[in-house]
């Protein structure tokens, strides 16, 4: 099956800085999705971008999917950004509609 | 996006016990899908739950230890069987459509 890896597995960062996760998939994909489980496990949707790039605040992402990679940016990070980045993939072969996870990124934000 | 309800948010059980967690979504969804998330690790799909009929269970789990039902477009179940503390782990129904899918807030269970 198809493999996604994430780096870097954990960044300690302080408040205000900004960070580039990244994801790395080993086949096409034709759905990707960055998520953010907080603290108390919950799983946010950020991002469904299985190509090119969007924005929604202080995150953007950007996914090139000919060299199958996507990249998460945080700007300005605070302390409530604390917690795991994952991202999703769907295979672009079959007809498999299940995402598969990623290692994951764990960001702490310190003061 | 759909919205996932998932009860309960958290329990504690008895080892030898079985659990059923809940999910309900807000609008009729294609897909549905059960994952685990053990301590400090990434989720696991555990099964996809098919409207009207049996689950499709992934390579290490099976419908006797995890039965999944799942009667219309808007609702499923899990249930977690004769339990073991290895059986100890968060639990996240997702559903939606393959354009961006969505979870419940997760089941943390602890088995004793």
């Known amino acids: 099956g198809i493999q996604v890896e994430q780096s870097p597995p954990d960044l300690i960062l302080q408040e205000g800085a900004n960070s580039t996760l990244r994801c790395n998939f080993s086949?096409?994909?034709?759905?990707l999705q960055w998520f953010h489980q907080n603290p108390w496990g919950q799983l946010i949707n950020l991002f469904y971008?299985?190509?090119g790039t969007k924005q929604n605040g202080r995150l953007s992402a950007t996914t090139v999917a000919t060299e199958r990679y996507s990249l998460l940016y945080i700007s300005s990070s605070q302390t409530t950004d604390s917690g795991v980045y994952f991202c999703?993939?769907?295979?672009?072969?079959?007809?498999?509609?299940?995402?598969?996870f990623g290692t994951g990124t764990r960001l702490q934000v310190t003061l | 996006s759909a919205v996932i309800s998932q009860k309960p948010s958290r329990d504690i059980c008895q080892r030898g016990t079985s659990l059923t967690i809940q999910c309900q979504v807000d609008s009729q969804v294609t897909m549905m899908f059960w994952y685990r998330q053990q301590p400090g690790q990434s989720l696991t799909l555990i099964a996809t739950?098919?409207?009207?009929?049996?689950?499709?269970?992934e390579s290490g789990f099976v419908i006797d230890k995890f039965p999944i039902s799942r009667p219309n477009l808007t609702f499923s179940t899990l249930t977690v069987s004769n339990m073991s503390p290895e059986d100890s782990s968060i639990y996240l129904c997702s559903g939606g459509q393959a354009h961006g899918y969505t979870f419940g807030s997760g089941t943390r269970l602890t088995v004793v």
């Open positions: 739950a098919n409207q009207g009929s049996e689950a499709t269970y």
């Open positions: 086949d096409s994909v034709n759905n």
């Open positions: 999703a993939v769907i295979p672009n072969t079959g007809t498999a509609s299940k995402l598969t």
């Open positions: 971008i299985p190509s």
